[in-house]
C-alpha cells in the first residue's frame, strides 16, 4: 500500500505521516516512511532517539553520493550526467530502523516538469519512482505542501493521496487545487483528513465544505501535541486520542483499498 500525504503547509501532514507509520508498523506492517520535505521533521514527530537521528540525512544533500552516481557535481548544469543513476541500494543504505517503522529522509522532490535538469534533481526523481516501484508493505510518503511536484508515477502508483486540511476555508481552498491538479493527472483516488479540530462544528464545517473529497477523518486538537514536539517524543506515544483516531484511519484505508481490489 502506497500512500502520500499532501496538503498546505503547517496542517499536520509530517504529524498524520508519522501516526500512520507507527500505526501500521504496530498492526504489524513493515512500513516506510519517506520524509519529501525539504526541512525534513518526519524523525522528529516519530519520536527519533538522538543517535538514530544523527545517522541521518537527506539524500538531496548527499553531493558526493550524486556526483558518484550521476557523473557530475550537484548545482552543474551543461554538462554530462546521466538521467537514471543507479538508486536500488539506497532506501536500505540510507534509511533507519526505530520502532519498525524504516525512515528515507529525501529532501525536497520535484517530479514535476519545472525542476531544473540537474544531478540532484535526475537523482531524486529516479530514487522517488524507484520507492514508488519496490514492493514495500506499507509505504508512506510525507510530501512537501503543494502537489506540483506529483508526477506520472505518483500517479500511477500512489494507492491514495491524503490530503490534510485545518477547518478553514483556506486550507480547504487548497485541498480543492490539489483535487484539481491530481485529477488533471488522472488521480482520483483521495482521502481527506480534518486536523486540529475542537468539536463537532469544526467537523460539521469541514464535512460540509469539503470540496468533493470523502472524509477519512478527523484528529482533534491537543496541546498535548506541542508538548510532545517539545519533549521530543512521538505524538503516538503521547496523545492517545490522536493515536486511537490514526489507528482508525489506517484500517479504513487498508479496508477500502483491499475492497477495491478484489
Ligand atoms: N492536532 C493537533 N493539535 C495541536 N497542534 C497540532 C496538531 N497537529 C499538528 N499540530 C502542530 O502544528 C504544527 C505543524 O504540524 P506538522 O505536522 O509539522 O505540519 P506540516 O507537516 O503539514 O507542515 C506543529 O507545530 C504541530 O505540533
Ligand atoms: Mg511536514
Redesign the pocket.
Known amino acids: 500500500m502506497k500512500l502520500a500525504i499532501s496538503?498546505?503547509?503547517?496542517?499536520?501532514?509530517?504529524?498524520?505521516?508519522a501516526l500512520l507509520a507507527q500505526a501500521y508498523a504496530d498492526a504489524g506492517r513493515e512500513v516506510l516512511a519517506v520524509d519529501a520535505?525539504p526541512a525534513p521533521?518526519l524523525a522528529d514527530?516519530l519520536g527519533l532517539p538522538p543517535d538514530l537521528r544523527a545517522q541521518l540525512s537527506p539524500i538531496a544533500e548527499m553531493d558526493e553520493l550524486i556526483e558518484e552516481r550521476t557523473g557530475a557535481k550537484p548545482g552543474t548544469t551543461g554538462g554530462f550526467f546521466t538521467l537514471n543513476p543507479r538508486v536500488e541500494d539506497l532506501p536500505e543504505r540510507f534509511s533507519v530502523l526505530h520502532r519498525d517503522v524504516r525512515l528515507l529522509e529525501m529532501g525536497s522532490v520535484d517530479l514535476g516538469g519545472s525542476g531544473c535538469i540537474c544531478p540532484e534533481s535526475a537523482m531524486l526523481k529516479t530514487l522517488f519512482t524507484h520507492l514508488l516501484f519496490r514492493e514495500d508493505d506499507v509505504l508512506i510518503l510525507?510530501m512537501y505542501?503543494g502537489v506540483e511536484h506529483l508526477g506520472r508515477a505518483t500517479v500511477d502508483f500512489v494507492d491514495a493521496l491524503v490530503i490534510?486540511v485545518e477547518p478553514t476555508r483556506r486550507s480547504l481552498g487548497t485541498a480543492a487545487k490539489i483535487k484539481t491538479l491530481a485529477a488533471d493527472l488522472g488521480l482520483d483516488r483521495l482521502w481527506l483528513v480534518g486536523?486540529?479540530v475542537r468539536g463537532e462544528g469544526d467537523a460539521e464545517f469541514l464535512a460540509a465544505e469539503s470540496p468533493g473529497i470523502p472524509l477519512l477523518g478527523t484528529?482533534?486538537?491537543?496541546?498535548d501535541?506541542?508538548t510532545?514536539?517539545r519533549q521530543g517524543i512521538a505524538?503516538y506515544d503521547h496523545v492517545a486520542a490522536?493515536r486511537d483516531a490514526a489507528t482508525a484511519m489506517a484500517r479504513t484505508l487498508s479496508a477500502q483499498l483491499e475492497e477495491s481490489q478484489s
Do not use: F, M
Not at 496538503?7 to 505521516?17: C, D, I
Not at 484528529?219 to 496541546?223: K, R, Y
Open positions: 496538503g498546505k503547509g503547517g496542517v499536520g501532514k509530517t504529524t498524520l505521516a520535505d521533521c514527530a510525507d505542501a490534510v486536523n486540529k484528529l482533534p486538537h491537543a496541546l501535541v506541542q510532545a514536539d505524538v490522536l
